[in-house]
């Protein structure tokens, strides 16, 4: 049984370490959204102050490639970016349900702090 879980838990950090984390938005789903009256780079900013104090053993960064302005990680992004007169906020994760550290929860914790 333990050798099991050891199969499961390194296939996981396999497939994990596939997938390009800078095409997170053609492939993976929104799984929250946000918005709020805030700048788009005053939000950003605090998402990424938020997220650093929480590192959840993985590099926080930021980045701009055109309307978004985006906080980084290898297992969660939140696009920051204008829509419609507000800051809207996606946030994208890869976290399934081997989230031993209730990561996903934290993360969106921390972008409803910036709102």
């Not at 969660?76 to 990561?103: E, P």
Request: a positive charge; glycine letters at 6%.
């Amino acid at each position: 049984m333990k050798m099991k879980k050891i199969i499961i838990l390194l296939t996981s950090f396999t497939l994990a370490g596939c997938v390009n984390p800078y095409a997170y938005r053609e492939e993976q789903d929104v799984q929250a959204s946000f918005t709020t009256k805030k700048g788009v780079e005053d939000t950003q900013q605090c998402i990424l102050g938020e997220w650093q104090r929480q590192p959840l053993l993985m590099q926080i960064t930021q980045q701009q490639i055109g309307k978004y302005h985006s906080v980084v990680s290898s297992t969660d992004n939140a696009d920051v970016f204008s829509d419609n007169g507000l800051t809207r906020i996606n946030y994208y994760s890869l976290r399934g349900s081997l989230d031993a550290m209730n990561g996903k929860s934290k993360r969106i914790a921390s972008i409803k702090s910036c709102l």
